[in-house]
């Protein structure tokens, strides 16, 4: 998750106006999120420049019986 969330922070900061959001996803009665849906678009006006992502990531944690 590092890796996008340091390129949404990239975006902001070279001038972008950026909509960004993570949802967890879950699986039956689970307390932990098993992923997270991550999407980011940006764009800047002035410069034309863009970014966008649509990237599902899988949680690595694992409850307390070591299953996922």
Known sequence: M????????????SGQVVHYTVTPLYDGPRVVPVAF???ASGYDAN??????????I???MYSKTGQQ
């Open 47 to 56: 410069s034309g420049k863009d970014s966008y992502f649509d990237k599902l």
């Open 2 to 13: 590092a890796k996008w969330e340091a390129d949404v922070f990239d975006a902001v900061q």
């Open 37 to 39: 849906r991550m999407q």
């Open 58 to 60: 899988f949680n690595e």
